[in-house]
């Protein structure tokens, strides 16, 4: 699921924003969606662990040093990036924990997460794309992680685990 990184980086934030202003019964909703949105970012966790071991079979398959120490070599040029994309990795499995699920705190640093890239081209003029830019016919992702947002609510709906059924 190529898509689910750029739904939740322009999704998120607004969710968040809304829980922050409204604080009445509809935040339960918006804090649910945030959940969902969250727990989501488990199939980018997949995706980009199948991308990664393709990179890593075809490192392999033209000889380069892919062993740890080479790999900590090779992540030793760019350590914010490679710290980044690690967090970015490994944060959505807090995500599975109850208590974690709707944390405002881990939403927002994976929000950060999201945007390190834009912001960094911003203070330092340089030149950027916005995140999604790449894809061109956005219907097909869009219905697509609709219908993955809607299989997960209503999933997580069933088996009460949603801010929603806590309050209710």
């Known amino acids: 699921m190529e898509f689910v990184d750029v739904a939740y980086a322009y999704l998120a934030p607004i969710l968040v924003i809304l829980i922050l202003l409204i604080k009445n019964k509809k935040a339960v909703f ?15 966790v997949i995706s980009a662990i199948r991308e990664y071991y393709g990179l890593y079979i075809l490192a392999q398959s033209f ?3 892919v062993t740890p120490q080479g790999l900590l070599k090779f992540a030793s040029t760019n350590i914010p990036y490679f710290t980044k994309n690690i967090l970015l990795l490994l944060l959505p499995f807090l995500f599975i924990v109850r208590r974690l699920s709707g944390n405002l705190f881990l939403s ?13 081209c911003l203070f330092t003029s340089k030149p950027y794309q916005l995140l999604g830019s790449n894809y061109f016919p956005f219907l097909i992702p869009i219905l697509r992680y609709t219908c993955l947002i809607i299989g997960l609510y209503s999933f997580l709906w069933l088996i009460k685990r949603l801010s929603v059924n806590r309050n209710a």
């Open 30 to 44: 918006f804090k649910s969606i945030l959940e969902i949105l969250n727990i989501s970012l488990l199939f980018f």
């Open 63 to 65: 000889g380069f040093n």
């Open 108 to 120: 927002i640093l994976i929000i950060v997460f999201f945007w390190y890239d834009v912001l960094f």
